[in-house]
Every structure is written in structure tokens, then in C-alpha cells.
């Protein structure tokens, strides 16, 4: 694919330095501008998607964990019915464009989010659950990345 996702990048900061900056009247917005090329720079674009797609897939992976877990007994199916449709199945499409990839990942963090969140609330009332204590570990750990 030309231009790949970094040369076009490499050409937006290019007309910000040369185009955009000159024509900036004040320091500070030129060193803000500065700044925004710098942060442009900082990312390697062509590997950008396919990183957020493998912490998706993850991502993906641990809310499957926990349909299982929610389904595997009545009491969790109870508690946890409301956040059942919003856990990813194995049949959801991934997105290939990055905006959607990206609203994807933000929808499924945030899922995991308050299906941590309320697993910390099932353990304070379940503490022999050692199979719940293991995944809100491996979640933890997930949000902490």
C-alpha cells in the first residue's frame, strides 16, 4: 500500500514544518507546533493498527474468559446477567479500519473495566472462588498495561 501509513505522516509533518510553522505568528504556537510533529514522529504508524489489533485480540480473549466463567454456574449468571450481552463472542468482527478498530478496543476496555470491577464485588462475597480470583488477576493485569 502507497503511500504506507508512516509517509504520510513523514508528509503531514513536513507541511506543518514547511508550510504551516512560517506562516504561525506566535513562538508559542510554533513551539506547540513543534511539539505536535515531535509526538507524530515518536509513533511507528505502519505497526500502529496491528499492535491495537493484538491488544484487542486479548482484550477479546479475557471477556470470552469471562462469559465463560459468568456462564459456568446459575448464582455468577444471575449476578452478572446485565453484562452478558455486552462480553464479546466469538463470532464479532474486527474492524479493519484503525478509527474503528480503535472505538472497538475503547468499547471492550470498557467492558472489561466494569466486569472487573464488579468481579472484585462477587469475590468480596465469594472468597473461595479461586477460578474468579484467577481472572480478575489476569485482568487486572491486562489494565495495567
Do not use: K
Request: proline share 6%; charged share 30%; glycine share 6%.
Amino acid at each position: 500500500m502507497r503511500p504506507t501509513p508512516a509517509e504520510t505522516i513523514a508528509g503531514i509533518r513536513r507541511i506543518l514544518r514547511d508550510v504551516v510553522e512560517p506562516e504561525v505568528g506566535s513562538e508559542y504556537a510554533r513551539q506547540r507546533l513543534r511539539e505536535v510533529r515531535a509526538v507524530l514522529a515518536q509513533i511507528d504508524w505502519d505497526d500502529a493498527a496491528l499492535r491495537l489489533r493484538r491488544r484487542d485480540q486479548a482484550l477479546r480473549g479475557l471477556l470470552a474468559d469471562a462469559r465463560t466463567w459468568i456462564e459456568a454456574d446459575p448464582a455468577r449468571r444471575r449476578a452478572f446477567a446485565d453484562l452478558l450481552p455486552q462480553l464479546a463472542g466469538p463470532g464479532e468482527p474486527v474492524p479493519e479500519e484503525l478509527a474503528a478498530l480503535n472505538a472497538v478496543h475503547a468499547r471492550h476496555a470498557a467492558v472489561l473495566t466494569e466486569v472487573a470491577g464488579r468481579l472484585a464485588t462477587w469475590l468480596r462475597a465469594h472468597p473461595e472462588d479461586a477460578g474468579g480470583r484467577e481472572l480478575r488477576l489476569r485482568m487486572m493485569r491486562h489494565l495495567a498495561v
